[in-house]
């Protein structure tokens, strides 16, 4: 059974905080991961894409991906309000036995930034 | 663009009802999916489609079925609706596959339809 796991939540920084939000996979056939936030009552809308290793970095937003741990996770500096939602983070299928490449997605964490 | 389109946005069924839920996109993509998702969980696939008159099924198939005559069109069936499938659904959209491990297949999702079967 291949999973994508998130904790739930709701997690709550403060204005200005950084909010580090964490993701861990079953298969190690994925090699790509996506987040995505929601809004509530809203559809989900990406935001970042990692494949390797490391770090990547995107304005506030930073993904981090570390394969021989099946570990992803990102990491929103200067927290604002409008962050406030919960956060998919997404793996996709690994290629073998015909796989379309779909994505497998956690449960998500809901994310809180008081002012 | 308008992207992703679904309708209806919001529906109550009665059990053993039927319905259509409508997905469209303008985008020209020929990859598309439909999914649920429950009350404090993650998206679940039901099925998806690679192009016009292909579809597979994905995690969730049980009590649905889907069709895709055209690129734009990839409608979602319930036949005899149970409780058990009130959710909320997303139809998505993507260009490209996911096959290679670097493809930047972003999907884009519609705005959902909030099914409730009582």
């Known amino acids: 059974q291949k999973e994508v796991e998130q904790n739930s939540g709701p997690l709550s920084v403060p204005e200005g905080a950084i909010a580090s939000l964490n993701c861990t996979y079953s298969?190690?056939?994925?090699?790509?991961f996506f987040w995505y936030r929601q809004y509530s009552g809203k559809s989900p809308e990406l935001i970042m894409f990692?494949?390797?290793?490391g770090d990547k970095e995107d304005g506030r937003f930073t993904a981090q991906l570390n394969k021989a741990s099946q570990y992803v996770s990102l990491l929103i500096r200067d927290s604002q309000p409008s962050d406030s939602a919960t956060y998919l983070c997404?793996?996709?299928?690994?290629?073998?036995?015909?796989?379309?490449?779909?994505?497998?997605f956690g449960k998500g964490t809901k994310l809180s930034v008081k002012p | 663009n308008a992207g992703v389109t679904q309708t209806p946005k919001f529906r109550i069924l009665k059990i053993g009802q039927s319905m259509t839920l409508q997905c469209t996109q303008d985008?020209?993509?020929?990859?598309m999916y439909w999914y649920r998702q429950d009350p404090g969980m993650g998206l679940k696939l039901i099925y998806y489609?690679?192009?016009?008159?292909?579809?597979d099924k994905g995690e969730v198939p049980n009590g649905y079925n889907v069709s895709r005559s055209t690129t734009e069109d990839f409608p979602l069936r319930l036949e005899l609706a149970a409780p058990s499938q009130t959710s909320v659904y997303f139809c998505?959209?993507?260009?490209?596959?996911?096959?290679?491990?670097?493809?930047?297949?972003?999907?884009?999702f519609g705005p959902g339809t909030r099914l409730t079967v009582l």
């Open positions: 998505a959209s993507s260009r490209t596959s996911g096959r290679s491990s670097s493809s930047y297949n972003e999907q884009f």
């Open positions: 298969d190690r056939g994925s090699q790509s």
């Open positions: 990692i494949y390797s290793n």
């Open positions: 997404a793996g996709k299928e690994g290629n073998y036995g015909g796989s379309q490449g779909n994505l497998i």
């Open positions: 985008m020209n993509h020929n990859y």
């Open positions: 489609s690679v192009g016009a008159g292909i579809t």
